[in-house]
């Protein structure tokens, strides 16, 4: 077993862990009640709700969570149809938003009007979304959905779709020119009260509160009042943060990107090729810090590193261009040995060591307990590395959360219990773990 990464649990269940058939059934009905197909004007949308009563829109990289859970199902025709929806309210120049409200005129709080362009407030009865942006996981569903079918016109068809969106992301949010992406709000990392940010909101409480969250809400009225214009937004400088796990995405998406360009002869492959390379070297260079052995956020113009242990300290290790001496020194310091991450149900989304820690339920969620999403996400590197015992322990974990609270949104790392929303959609990527697929690699 891999020394220090822990299985022993003070709150052992004493009942079987679901069988894989089980588990395959509870995701395809959980996934089928979510699932909404509708029409709106000239639109016709097909989406999973990531919960039914917590999260009912369509939200931009939980699509992509859901063609992993649909593929792994067999169900590629919704899977396909989940892509085209979310790409329906594409703009002109690429841009795709992290919400879409295809029938509600109102966010889940009132606050998140300030995450829609001016413009858009004006419609709200009509097909609408936000002004931010999710982690661009978009390419490598896509290609995920080639892989299981072979279907290379639908691969035709999201192309150019996809090289627009990838392209706004380019001209958009690589302020620098480094390669490497910024967001411009918490939400935009898809993991909202992240403590990393903690520093550059001014917040130096600990565990979130609602100073926290006035915090947050300020920056947003404040890219609201001046109409999402990035240039003043990145001129202004209260939130440009380079996300360790979005540009990590950022960059395995590129390279999904160029392997789909490839594949239908587009000679755009070499381009996105290239930036993933920039991504991946940039990432090292400036995310990199070799005495904690950690990747760290990056904060405003001076793109400091911001010292906080997230869970997303290791995700730049599944990348093929870092060095094999750097993924292993992070892997055994963080993953694989005590230090903060060390718990009976890993991985915890912060280091247990961080004074911002919180296990338990909360409005501030990401701040201390386990997602699936994280096991997934290095379920597959570890798999392809040789990891295979540690591999199987981050399955057995989720197993045994599923197990002992069923699908929730997140879970206690220390004792299992379930919090958040219910029926929660992306624990069914646990699915997607068991199927052992492989990264996406075009055969
Ligand atoms: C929460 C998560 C975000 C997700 C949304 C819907 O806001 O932080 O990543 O997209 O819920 O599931």
Same mark, same amino acid.
């Given at each position: ?8 649990s ?5 009942e ?9 059934e ?60 979310l ?28 995450q ?35 279907d ?99 960059a ?28 991946c ?25 911001? @010292? ?5 300290i290791? +995700?730049? $290790?599944?990348? &093929?261009?870092?060095?094999?001496? !750097?993924? #292993? *020194?992070?892997?055994? @310091? ?6 903060? +991450?060390? $718990?009976?149900? &890993?991985?915890?989304?912060?280091? !247990?060591? #961080? *004074? ?8 501030y ?79």
């Amino acid at each position: 077993m891999a020394p220090g990464m822990n299985t022993s649990s003070k709150n052992k269940i004493t009942e079987p862990l679901l069988t894989d058939e089980q588990i395959t059934e509870q995701v395809r009905r959980i996934l089928y009640d979510n699932m909404v197909e509708g029409h709106n004007g000239r639109y016709t949308f097909h989406y999973t709700k990531p919960s039914p009563g917590t999260y009912p829109f369509q939200y931009f990289w939980d699509t992509c969570f859901h063609v992993h859970v649909l593929t792994a199902l067999g169900e590629h025709d919704m899977a396909k149809k989940h892509i085209r929806s979310l790409f329906l309210l594409q703009e002109q120049d690429g841009f795709i938003g992290h919400i879409i409200y295809w029938k509600h005129p109102f966010p889940a709080r009132l606050t998140d009007f300030f995450q829609l362009k001016p413009t858009s407030v004006l419609r709200l009865t009509k097909p609408h979304m936000t002004a931010l942006v999710q982690p661009p996981l978009v390419a490598e569903a896509v290609q995920r959905i080639y892989q299981h079918t072979k279907d290379i016109d639908f691969v035709r068809e999201m192309l150019p779709k996809l090289k627009a969106y990838y392209n706004w992301l380019h001209q958009n949010r690589n302020f620098e020119g480094e390669g490497l992406l910024s967001i411009i709000s918490p939400y935009e990392s898809g993991m909202d009260w992240k403590a990393s940010f903690d520093p550059v909101l001014g917040f130096k409480r600990g565990k979130g509160d609602w100073r926290l969250f006035l915090k947050v809400l300020w920056l947003e009225m404040g890219n609201f009042r001046c109409g999402y214009d990035l240039e003043s937004i990145y001129r202004q400088d209260n939130f440009i943060v380079k996300d360790v796990a979005f540009n990590t995405i950022y960059a395995q998406n590129l390279q999904a990107l160029s392997e789909l360009c490839s594949l239908t002869g587009d000679p755009d492959a070499e381009e996105f090729k290239v930036r993933s390379d920039q991504c991946c070297e940039s990432i090292l260079k400036y995310m990199y810090n070799s005495e904690d052995e950690a990747f760290y956020d990056l904060a405003g113009h001076r793109m400091e590193q911001l @010292r906080i242990a997230a869970a997303t300290i290791f +995700f730049p $290790v599944v990348l &093929p261009n870092i060095p094999i001496k !750097v993924s #292993e *020194a992070v892997l055994q @310091r963080h993953l694989l040995h005590k230090n903060g +991450f060390h $718990v009976p149900y &890993p991985i915890p989304s912060l280091s !247990v060591q #961080e *004074a911002a820690f919180n296990p338990d339920e909360s409005v501030y969620i990401w701040r201390g307990p386990t997602w699936v999403v994280f096991n997934w996400f290095i379920h597959r590197f570890l798999l392809r590395k040789g990891y295979k015992e540690e591999a199987n322990l981050l399955l057995t974990s989720v197993k045994k959360l599923i197990t002992q609270s069923g699908f929730r949104e997140y879970y206690d790392p220390f004792t299992g219990q379930g919090h958040g929303a219910n029926d929660f959609t992306w624990s069914g990527l646990v699915l997607d773990m068991i199927v052992g697929n492989t990264p996406n690699e075009v055969e």
